[in-house]
């Protein structure tokens, strides 16, 4: 099946509030739109997940990312300098952000992917998604389309076939505070963040 067939079913399942599968540029990925709760509560379901660890919103391009979050100004040199890429920013969420998004905390983690996969469902869907990682809670996630069906099988409506391109998830960093705080380690260093953030 062409990927822009699959693109077409997987943006169906989500309008019909099913969970899907996509490639990313560190693993594979699942995903609900962001304000669905129905989904939420089935990818919960799906990835037998505790309900204190929330899930990161994708974006398709950084001009989204003001319509769901407070920017300042060291976040604007972190977005500027590594995204569309492999990172995930904290940052304090807007009031059209669901609060079960947050679970309450009003702190928002966002990304943009840089991979076709991801990228061209995000467009189609025009509407951010949660994603996290193709994987059962604390298990190794999947790294390719297979790897998703032999974990999930018909739990996941629709896989858009394909393979993540690293395999390690992003590097988290709390910008919440106006200052960096790397939250989980990952392809983007720290030392580099900081020094985007110091030079600039």
């Not at 996509?22 to 990835?47: C, H, Q, S, W």
């Not at 990161?56 to 500027?80: L, P």
């Not at 995930?88 to 679970?103: G, Q, S």
């Not at 106006?178 to 963040?193: A, S, T």
Request: charged share 30%.
């Amino acid at each position: 099946m062409k990927l822009a067939e699959e693109i077409r079913l997987a943006k169906e399942a989500l309008l019909k509030h099913q969970v899907v599968a996509f490639p990313t540029e560190t693993v594979m990925g699942l995903g609900v739109l962001f304000d669905d709760r129905e989904a939420y509560d089935l990818l919960n379901k799906i990835k037998r997940r505790p309900e204190d660890k929330p899930y990161t919103m994708m974006v398709k391009d950084v001009s989204e990312i003001g319509k769901y979050a407070v920017i300042n100004e060291v976040t604007q040199r972190v977005i500027d300098a590594f995204m569309p890429g492999s990172i995930t920013v904290l940052v304090p969420a807007k009031d059209c952000v669901p609060a079960y998004v947050t679970h309450n905390t009003g702190v928002l983690g966002i990304r943009i992917p840089t991979n076709k996969e991801a990228a061209e469902l995000l467009v189609a869907i025009d509407k951010p998604l949660l994603v996290p990682s193709a994987n059962r809670s604390g298990e190794k996630p999947a790294l390719n389309s297979d790897e998703v069906k032999a974990i999930f099988g018909s739990e996941i409506a629709q896989i858009v076939s394909g393979k993540a391109l690293g395999e390690v998830p992003s590097t988290i960093v709390d910008l919440t505070k106006n200052e960096v705080k790397v939250v989980r380690p990952g392809p983007v260093k720290e030392e580099d963040i900081l020094k985007v953030v110091k030079e600039c």
